[in-house]
């Protein structure tokens, strides 16, 4: 059996080194693995050298896939991270901690099926039996990026992709690759020397890691005096809330200082802690929170100028969630939606949040948005046209006369936040499609009180889409409805092609239940009837986007589902803003794989059988 090296490991730095001979790549938070692969084995080992494959059953398929698109490079040896994406440049840490310690064989294979693993390689360390990891860095990259060129592979991570291989991309300016990972809050970046070998097992300084450090400030709730940690607070919805502990960074004086503050101010003691009423604040530098505790943290310096009332979990997560530097904020604490406590700041939150979830269905697409200038409590305007003060980062594309902004970065997405566009809608093609992206069918009932009627049009479209192998989406409309998907190859249907096969699922609806449905287009002539749109699916039109916010007094948003939440006891009130990044925190993002449906959907195979049927 092949002996797997041990990592060649970075050393951490707070700085970029200088000079012009240094790649740049974002640090994926993950589990660092090295993969080797001939005709007949494979080995897949964790940094510790543990093998990865019993939790991670996606490497069986790999392996295959490997072996027949590099069938003439083997054996390869790749070096890489293993990880659950967020987005193209972040991985979700605590998703991946929980696989990794799945035992079950069941529960393993129900999550895989829920979120599917990639492994993220940054280098190549053998090929066709040849060791080539003493070549300079930028010569192997240049043969990994051979690789994936033959494999017909993105030079780019691709967290929608079903292929478990990305190629980590190099950036020559560190400038750019730091504001990507500021902007989508990736564990940070890392510096390689363009002529460094990769050494089995080393630390070296020909590899630098920068870490995307948060800081924020915090109080002492207590000492715990068996090993020496401080628990730290923050004021949450008006009580104390403990946020983790700290012990590094200190110095011995700091250290002395702080212990001798705490026991002679104290409020209650035993065996294991020394308790103190809030008031000694400090600044706190850490990597994210992990199950709403600091991770990783570390002392910067005490705060005898700031107020422990104003150590705040907003604040905390302000400091989490930057807004890109480019956008200035406004009245931050102007009230959006009074029903349900929403100000602004928060709802600034949810798009710095939600914006890997959402960017990807605004890309490249003419925007149109609503916006609340006084949040509900005034009225609201269409906007297409964009406005003359916009600054110079906002893209736009003309269609008809009309110059639209194409939202596709994090700077334009937060700019229309600050200006209080809470409703998203983009129409059901990109500015480079020639035909339909999706096809999405808009069930509206007359009011949320016969939100019943959706839930039944869209389990019985489910049973025929499942029959018919479409593979389908769903969300609520923010409102009072249901909208369903079905993503379709790019620039391959014409709007008149989806119109037979949206005109023929309506009809069957009716057919099927002719008192609850109707395809009737004024209002008054519909009852207590649900509405089938299918008109409505069409060129120029829109649909609001899945996770854009809505104007109602709720605070609601468009939200993806899974179909096994399509119940009697689902209703929009679910879902309202600030409860959506918990959501996904839970429960995961149910158009996860919406993309990547886009190239195996069999729609040719269906209009084919309704032109034949004409």
Request: aromatic content about 14%; hydrophobic content about 35%; some cysteine.
């Given at each position: 059996m092949?002996?797997?090296?041990?990592?060649?490991?970075?050393?951490?730095?707070?700085?970029?080194?200088?000079?012009?001979?240094?790649?740049?790549?974002?640090k994926?938070?993950?589990?660092?693995?090295?993969?080797?692969i001939?005709?007949?084995?494979?080995?897949?080992?964790s940094?510790?050298?543990?093998?990865?494959?019993?939790?991670f059953?996606?490497?069986?398929?790999?392996?295959a896939f490997?072996?027949?698109?590099?069938?003439?490079?083997?054996?390869?040896?790749?070096?890489?991270e293993?990880?659950?994406?967020?987005s193209?440049?972040?991985?979700?840490?605590?998703?991946?901690?929980?696989?990794?310690?799945?035992?079950?064989?069941?529960?393993?294979?129900?999550?895989?099926?829920?979120?599917?693993?990639?492994?993220?390689?940054?280098?190549v360390?053998?090929?066709?039996?040849?060791?080539?990891s003493?070549?300079?860095?930028?010569?192997?990259?240049?043969?990994?990026?051979?690789?994936?060129?033959e494999?017909?592979?993105?030079?780019e991570?691709?967290?929608?992709?079903s292929?478990f291989?990305?190629?980590?991309r190099?950036?020559?300016?560190?400038?750019?690759?730091?504001?990507?990972?500021?902007?989508?809050?990736?564990?940070?970046?890392?510096?390689?020397?363009?002529?460094?070998?990769w050494?089995?097992?080393?630390?070296?300084t020909?590899?630098?890691?920068?870490?995307?450090?948060?800081?924020?400030t915090?109080?002492a709730?207590?000492?715990?005096?068996?090993?020496?940690?401080?628990?730290?607070?923050?004021?949450r919805?008006?009580e104390?809330?403990?946020?983790?502990?700290?012990?590094h960074?200190?110095?011995?004086?700091?250290?002395d200082?702080?212990?001798?503050?705490?026991k002679?101010?104290?409020?209650?003691?035993?065996?294991?802690?020394?308790?103190?009423?809030p008031?000694?604040?400090m600044d706190?530098?850490?990597?994210?929170?992990y199950?709403?505790?600091?991770?990783q943290?570390?002392?910067?310096?005490?705060?005898?100028d700031?107020k422990?009332?104003?150590?705040?979990?907003?604040?905390l997560?302000?400091?989490?969630?930057p807004?890109p530097?480019?956008?200035?904020?406004?009245?931050p604490?102007?009230p959006?939606?009074?029903?349900?406590?929403i100000?602004?700041?928060?709802?600034?939150?949810?798009?710095?949040?939600?914006?890997?979830?959402?960017?990807?269905?605004?890309?490249?697409?003419?925007?149109?948005v609503?916006?609340?200038?006084?949040?509900?409590?005034?009225?609201?305007?269409?906007?297409?046209?964009?406005?003359d003060?916009?600054?110079?980062?906002?893209?736009?594309s003309?269609?008809?006369?009309?110059?639209y902004?194409?939202?596709?970065?994090?700077?334009t997405?937060?700019?229309?936040g600050?200006?209080?566009a809470?409703?998203?809608?983009?129409?059901?093609?990109?500015?480079n499609?020639?035909?339909?992206?999706?096809?999405?069918?808009?069930?509206?009932?007359?009011?949320?009180?016969?939100?019943?009627?959706?839930?039944?049009?869209a389990?019985l479209?489910?049973?025929v889409?499942?029959?018919?192998?479409?593979?389908?989406?769903?969300?609520?409309?923010?409102?009072?409805?249901?909208?369903?998907?079905?993503?379709?190859?790019?620039?391959?249907?014409?709007?008149?092609?989806?119109?037979k096969?949206?005109?023929?699922?309506?009809?069957?609806?009716?057919?099927?239940?002719?008192?609850?449905f109707?395809?009737?287009?004024?209002?008054?002539?519909?009852?207590?009837?649900?509405?089938?749109d299918?008109?409505?699916?069409?060129?120029?039109?829109?649909?609001?986007?899945?996770?854009?916010?809505?104007?109602?007094?709720?605070?609601?948003?468009?939200?993806?589902?899974?179909?096994?939440?399509v119940?009697?006891?689902l209703t929009?009130?679910?879902?309202?803003?600030?409860?959506?990044v918990?959501?996904?925190?839970q429960?995961?993002n149910?158009?996860q794989?919406?993309?990547k449906?886009k190239?195996?959907?069999?729609?040719?195979?269906?209009?084919?059988f309704?032109?034949?049927?004409?």
């Amino acid at each position: 059996m092949y002996r797997i090296p041990k990592p060649m490991l970075p050393t951490l730095t707070t700085d970029f080194p200088k000079g012009n001979e240094w790649a740049f790549e974002i640090k994926y938070d993950g589990f660092r693995a090295l993969f080797y692969i001939d005709e007949h084995s494979f080995q897949f080992m964790s940094r510790n050298g543990l093998s990865l494959h019993p939790q991670f059953p996606e490497v069986d398929e790999a392996v295959a896939f490997a072996r027949e698109v590099w069938k003439d490079s083997l054996p390869l040896l790749f070096d890489g991270e293993l990880c659950l994406l967020d987005s193209p440049f972040k991985a979700d840490f605590e998703a991946i901690q929980l696989r990794g310690r799945l035992k079950s064989q069941d529960k393993i294979m129900a999550v895989t099926k829920e979120k599917q693993a990639h492994y993220c390689v940054f280098d190549v360390l053998m090929m066709k039996s040849e060791v080539i990891s003493q070549k300079p860095y930028k010569e192997r990259k240049g043969q990994l990026q051979e690789l994936f060129k033959e494999g017909d592979l993105p030079l780019e991570v691709q967290p929608h992709s079903s292929v478990f291989f990305q190629y980590i991309r190099e950036f020559d300016q560190h400038e750019v690759i730091w504001k990507l990972a500021e902007q989508y809050d990736a564990e940070g970046v890392i510096a390689k020397h363009v002529n460094s070998k990769w050494e089995d097992g080393k630390r070296t300084t020909q590899w630098y890691k920068i870490k995307n450090w948060k800081e924020s400030t915090f109080f002492a709730i207590s000492y715990e005096k068996k090993n020496g940690y401080f628990h730290l607070g923050v004021v949450r919805d008006g009580e104390l809330y403990s946020v983790g502990l700290v012990s590094h960074g200190f110095s011995s004086e700091e250290r002395d200082a702080l212990i001798q503050v705490i026991k002679t101010n104290k409020t209650n003691e035993n065996n294991e802690f020394i308790f103190v009423e809030p008031g000694i604040c400090m600044d706190v530098q850490f990597l994210e929170l992990y199950k709403e505790q600091l991770r990783q943290p570390a002392f910067k310096q005490f705060r005898f100028d700031v107020k422990w009332q104003d150590c705040t979990w907003e604040k905390l997560q302000q400091s989490i969630h930057p807004i890109p530097e480019e956008v200035t904020i406004t009245h931050p604490d102007k009230p959006l939606w009074p029903k349900v406590n929403i100000d602004k700041q928060t709802y600034l939150f949810y798009l710095r949040s939600i914006a890997p979830y959402l960017l990807p269905f605004l890309e490249n697409r003419l925007l149109t948005v609503i916006r609340y200038p006084h949040g509900m409590l005034g009225e609201a305007f269409y906007q297409k046209n964009c406005p003359d003060y916009a600054p110079d980062f906002i893209q736009t594309s003309m269609s008809e006369g009309i110059n639209y902004i194409v939202c596709n970065n994090m700077e334009t997405l937060m700019w229309l936040g600050n200006q209080l566009a809470f409703e998203f809608h983009i129409p059901f093609q990109t500015i480079n499609s020639t035909g339909p992206s999706e096809i999405v069918f808009d069930l509206d009932p007359p009011s949320r009180d016969f939100f019943h009627l959706a839930v039944k049009a869209a389990l019985l479209m489910k049973e025929v889409f499942d029959g018919l192998k479409l593979q389908s989406f769903i969300k609520t409309s923010g409102n009072k409805g249901l909208q369903i998907y079905l993503p379709l190859p790019e620039n391959t249907f014409s709007y008149e092609d989806t119109r037979k096969f949206t005109e023929f699922i309506a009809h069957y609806l009716i057919t099927k239940d002719p008192d609850s449905f109707t395809i009737e287009r004024l209002k008054k002539n519909r009852g207590q009837k649900l509405y089938v749109d299918y008109i409505q699916h069409a060129e120029g039109k829109t649909i609001i986007s899945p996770y854009s916010a809505r104007g109602n007094e709720d605070g609601l948003v468009a939200t993806p589902l899974y179909w096994e939440e399509v119940t009697e006891e689902l209703t929009p009130e679910l879902f309202p803003v600030n409860k959506m990044v918990e959501r996904i925190k839970q429960v995961g993002n149910p158009f996860q794989d919406y993309f990547k449906v886009k190239e195996t959907q069999p729609f040719q195979d269906i209009l084919d059988f309704l032109n034949q049927t004409e």
